[in-house]
Structures are given as C-alpha cells and as structure tokens.
C-alpha cells in the first residue's frame, strides 16, 4: 500500500466531513447557485446538450476509448491491490509484433490487453504479464491461465 493510499484510509472520515460541510455551505445554504447548478444540468439534459455531446464524443472517440481502456484495465488491480505498471497498448503492440498471445494469428485495431496470469489469480499489471489479444479470444479464455 502506498503513502497516499495510506493516509486517505487514516483520513477518510474527516476528508469525508470537511467535504459533506462544503457541499452543503455551497449548495444548500446558497440559493443562487443552486440555481445555477439546476440551470446547468437543464442545459445539458436538453437535446441541444446531447447533440453537443455526441459531436464532442464523435470528435474524441479514440482519445476516450484508450483512456477508459487504461482506466478499466487497471480498476481490478486496484481493488486487489496488485503491482500496477502503465502499460501503453502500442508499445504492447509492437512488442508482440501485432500477433494475438492466445491464437497467435494477427490482431486489428480494436485488440485487447490480456493478462497471462490474470488478474483474479494474483497476477500483476505489467509488460511480463500483458499480452496483445483478440477480443474473442480474451473473453474466451477468462480468468483462467492457460500455456
């Protein structure tokens, strides 16, 4: 466990206190920006707030797909506390010369991070244990370690 995963469980009650008490000196006790906020949230739940949305999405799908990529690959290593390495998908890629670890036929574009000893049976988030994978064939295999 880390420092700073350290302090945050000795000081989560307070920082939990302290940002309950923001909140309702910010929000509930002022009604201007209660209103603003109610405003804000009407706008964004408009079409003309989705429709900006979906222009922002279509705009930065790829740039988003690899951030909740990254972001749901490393979720359960956290909550296992496992060793989390960053592991950029592209030095992955090139690593494994774009074959599938699996099948061992060739990836495309829309490839998947597996995890040789997966992460449910106490492997770690690094380059030794991450391999280039077919979507399919990442689902097919699971939680198990196969040779």
Known sequence: ???QQRWKLKNRERYLAQAREYMNTR???NPEVRARKHEYD???ASEEGRAKKRLYYAANRERLCAKYRDWNANRRARRVNQF???VDRL?????DAGLCGICKEPVGPDFQVDHVVPLAKGGEHSYANTQVAH???NN???ARIIN
């Open 84 to 86: 989390i390495e960053p």
């Open 140 to 142: 097919r295999k699971g």
């Open 1 to 3: 466990m880390t420092p």
């Open 135 to 137: 979507p399919v064939c």
């Open 27 to 29: 929000y509930r006790d």
């Open 91 to 95: 030095v992955l890629f090139e690593r």
């Open 42 to 44: 009407a706008r964004r």
